[in-house]
């Protein structure tokens, strides 16, 4: 490839870029558990353009132009939250009486564990 056309190739990525970025938002905010108020970790946030991030010790800065945020944490209820500037977000602590485990789950070690 000759220099020019790189030169065009690092063009287009800029600006893929920030177009991508151009409409984001930054969020900050924190989860808890909502009878113990203490900070959970490990928790999966799912938007409509970011599949999956996990917060660090409780805390989450995220950067999405989603409007919906699907929170989850095993051991809890999964939470569907509006986003706004700032998320304060409490989950409900959950006790599976059953579980349900299919042929091809099974055979998975990761999907047992």
Do not use: C, N
């Amino acid at each position: 490839m000759s220099f020019g056309r790189w030169i065009l190739f690092l063009i287009f990525l800029v600006l893929f870029f920030f177009t991508a970025t151009a409409h984001a938002r930054q969020l900050f905010g924190s989860v808890s558990d909502a009878v113990s108020g203490e900070l959970l970790s490990g928790v999966e946030l799912r938007t409509t353009d970011i599949q999956a991030v996990r917060d660090v010790g409780g805390r989450l800065a995220l950067q999405t132009d989603s409007e919906r945020m699907v929170v989850r944490r095993p051991g809890y209820r999964p939470l569907a939250v509006d986003l706004d500037s700032s998320l304060q977000i409490a989950l409900q602590p959950f006790t599976p009486r059953a579980l349900y485990l299919s042929f091809w789950s099974a055979d998975l070690k990761a999907k047992r564990q």
